[in-house]
Nanobody, 120 residues
Framework: VQLQAFGGGLVQPGGFLRLSCVASGTIFSIPATGWYRQAPGKQRELVAAITIGSSGNYADSVKGRFTISRDNAKNTVYLQMNSLKPEDTAVYYC???????????????WGQGTLVTVSS
């Protein structure tokens, strides 16, 4: 299974970006998926996560500005980021807990990271 993230870039404060992450390979289901970020000199932190049938959970710092969603048919998770702030600058990593068969536990996978820079 591979995760590939798209959509990072440079944006001005107050702007928006949409990140996408596509999972490929032998996939039966993705019980949970989400986005983490790591800013320079800081630990990786959870930004938003979503399970099947849920609306998503968010870090306090992004509530009301970011929206996570998923398309199960496309094995894709999205992160719509609005009202971006300089402190949102980080490498964003997608994560997915993937089950490759109907029984058994899932395995955690990570995307390669995509850089988001918020600067004027």
């Amino acid at each position: 299974v591979q995760l590939q993230a798209f959509g990072g870039g440079l944006v001005q404060p107050g702007g928006f970006l949409r990140l996408s992450c596509v999972a490929s390979g032998t996939i039966f289901s993705i019980p949970a998926t989400g986005w983490y970020r790591q800013a320079p000199g800081k630990q990786r932190e959870l930004v938003a996560a979503i399970t099947i049938g849920s609306s998503g959970n968010y870090a306090d710092s992004v509530k009301g500005r970011f929206t996570i969603s998923r398309d199960n048919a496309k094995n894709t998770v999205y992160l719509q980021m609005n009202s971006l702030k300089p402190e949102d600058t980080a490498v964003y990593y997608c994560h997915a807990l993937v089950r490759s068969q109907a029984v058994g536990v899932g395995i955690n996978y990570w995307g390669q990271g995509t850089l988001v820079t918020v600067s004027s």
